[in-house]
């Protein structure tokens, strides 16, 4: 056993991805997590992870487990594969080449997002870099959302509190607006408050879009405060608009992320205007990412005709519950898992290769537990505003590895990488 400090370790936790962690190690445990916050250091834990390999609930080898992992997907007539989270972009490009192998579908956590990623195709995007932001804005506007429990960094790396090239002071440098949509409020220390009701969410975005190209708009009166908001933010020299993409309590409207889109647009022309999408963590932007390079696609994918093809509105919970899927493989922590996917997966024979895979609630045919990516493996993640980063490993002597695993189930069923 030996002791010691891991500097400069990309936490998972969220999608801020904050790569200044340092993580001490005594007695070959994580000790402690130096500038994680409770999020991060909830993800990190003490690094203990279990150990099993199970086929149809009996502690088996991990040699019996590949085997019967390859007969059962391969012998499946319309399989699934499912990247879920903790494990790098290396490990999920191994299981898109199980799903090319296979002829299966493919989906990840990166479809939680599906609305934003869909009103990017259809829009385009004015997006920037999160150092960009820190660097450059002098409008924060939060949109419907307090980063604070979900992102719980987002202010203090990004925006609103460090300086930057253009904002030297910091926080004194920057103007925050909270807009509350319905019960979803910004957050508390905002310059500036504006509220409007959910039901009114797109129509008032619009009504943004217009005053910033200048044109006259009825029933410009009801939305008032959003549009001296529009009016304040073409003064501005910077203007950030952070939004949430993750799903919350109440689903947005599906059109709410291609208005927030096009106001960011419409502002890049009296100003300049980012659009910063808050996304989860566990590497989905990376699974996002990878299905993007390896098949065109960042999510829903189908290899059925022998070729990738694109179904955004067939993703994962869509094809189970539909009852199309009849076996599965999940690549990642299955605690990740939208809710939809781990009842649908539920009721088809699957397997699960990834940490903690042995607790799956959806009680797999094969389960092989590895490590974590980020603690125990190493590769590449991707932050949330996509961009690459390395991934430090503090522990992983003795711990079964995901990229390892999958590349091996790969070989066994005669997959090229």
């Known amino acids: 056993m030996t002791d010691r400090t891991v500097a400069n370790v990309t936490c998972l936790g969220c999608g801020c991805a904050c790569d200044d962690i340092t993580v001490v190690v005594t007695r070959d445990r994580i000790a402690e997590a130096r500038n994680a916050c409770a999020l991060g250091t909830a993800w990190f834990g003490d690094g203990t992870v279990p150990a099993e390999t199970r086929v149809n609930g009996r502690t088996a080898s991990l040699e019996q487990a590949l085997t019967e992992a390859a007969r059962l997907l391969s012998g499946a007539k319309r399989p699934l ?10 490990t999920q490009r191994e299981g898109v080449a199980i799903a090319d192998r296979l002829h299966a579908a493919i989906d990840s956590l990166a479809a939680t997002a599906a609305a934003a990623v869909l009103a990017a195709q259809r829009r385009g995007r004015a997006g920037a870099t999160l150092g960009e932001i820190r660097q ?20 203090s790396r990004y925006a609103v509190e460090p300086p930057g090239v253009a904002t030297a002071q910091g926080r004194k440098s920057r103007t925050l607006i909270a807009v509350d949509v319905g019960e979803s409020r ?10 409007i009701a959910s039901a009114d969410e797109v129509d008032g975005l619009g009504m943004m879009r217009a005053a910033v190209q200048g044109r006259a708009a009825e029933d410009e009166e009801r939305f008032r405060s959003v549009v001296e908001l529009a009016r304040r933010m073409t003064g501005a020299r910077y203007v950030a608009i952070v ?18 889109v096009t106001l960011a647009q419409a502002l890049n022309g009296p100003t300049r205007c980012a659009l910063s999408t808050l996304r989860g963590g566990g590497n989905r932007s990376g699974a996002d ?22 179904r955004p509105q067939a993703g994962a919970a869509a094809l189970l519950d539909g009852g199309e899927v009849d076996a599965a493989l999940v690549i990642g ?6 809710e939809p996917v781990a009842t649908g997966l539920s009721r088809v024979r699957s397997v699960a290769i990834g940490p903690r895979a042995s607790a799956a609630t959806f ?17 590449t993640a991707f932050r949330m505003d996509d961009v690459p980063l390395p991934l430090r490993p503090s522990l992983g002597d003795g711990v079964r590895a995901a990229l390892v695993t999958v590349r091996a189930l790969r070989e066994r069923m005669g997959a090229r990488a």
Do not use: M, N
Request: net charge negative.
């Open 81 to 90: 594969v499912y990247l879920a989270g903790d494990v790098s972009c290396e």
């Open 243 to 260: 939004a949430d993409s993750e799903p919350g309590l109440i689903p947005a409207d599906p059109a709410r992320a291609e208005a927030l």
């Open 289 to 310: 990412a990878v299905l993007t390079w390896q098949t065109g696609f960042p999510l829903a994918v189908d290899f059925a005709r022998g070729y990738p093809s694109y």
């Open 186 to 195: 910004g957050p508390a220390d905002a310059d500036g408050r504006v509220a």
């Open 363 to 379: 009680q797999p045919a094969v389960a092989v537990d590895t490590g974590k990516a980020g603690i125990h493996e190493g590769g």
């Open 136 to 155: 450059q804005a002098d409008l924060v506007v939060f949109w419907g959302v307090d980063p604070s429990a979900r992102y719980p960094r987002y202010t």
């Open 333 to 338: 922590t299955p605690a990740s898992l939208p």
